[in-house]
């Protein structure tokens, strides 16, 4: 088969950190109702993820967004990934993070059962392979809900 013709990715993202977002992602739509991420900004040290609240998750939320992670990443998921053209996109899959330019055909990332979403991005095999997930810190301004992060 062919190889798909995918945009130029020019980042080296941080596997298990990148993995972590994708689980991060999904956790906050289904915890809380939201969209994805409106940015990110992944390392190997510290990585930071802002989603649109209405309000602002209570210490317990936080530490059950935590604790839903771990659990992820201990299942040991599968992350697979399966190519399609923007005419074949499976219901349900969200493509208003795409750039203008993205190609016709696009890589959908999924973990499990858990998460899809197209990205183009650098992942661990499976969920065991993150580690440890850890909220390092949060914070909340304008509907604006920030979560800090590591990996180990």
Do not use: W
């Amino acid at each position: 088969m062919e190889q798909p013709v995918l945009n130029e990715h020019n980042k080296s993202e941080h596997r298990p950190s990148h993995t972590a977002e994708h689980l991060l992602n999904q956790t906050m739509v289904r915890m809380f109702g939201c969209g994805r991420s409106k940015n990110a900004h992944i390392e190997r040290k510290k990585s930071k993820i802002n989603f649109d609240l209405p309000e602002c998750p209570t210490a317990e939320q936080i530490a059950d967004i935590e604790r839903k992670i771990n659990e992820l990443i201990s299942a040991d998921l599968p992350v697979t990934y399966e190519f399609v053209t923007r005419d074949n996109i499976p219901e349900g899959i969200k493509l208003d993070k795409l750039p203008d330019d993205a190609s016709e055909t696009l890589r959908l990332v999924r973990i499990g059962d858990y998460d899809v979403c197209p990205c183009i991005g650098q992942h661990v095999e499976s969920t065991g392979e993150i580690g440890s997930f850890r909220i390092t810190s949060t914070s909340y301004n304008e509907s604006s809900f920030r979560i800090v992060f590591r990996v180990t």
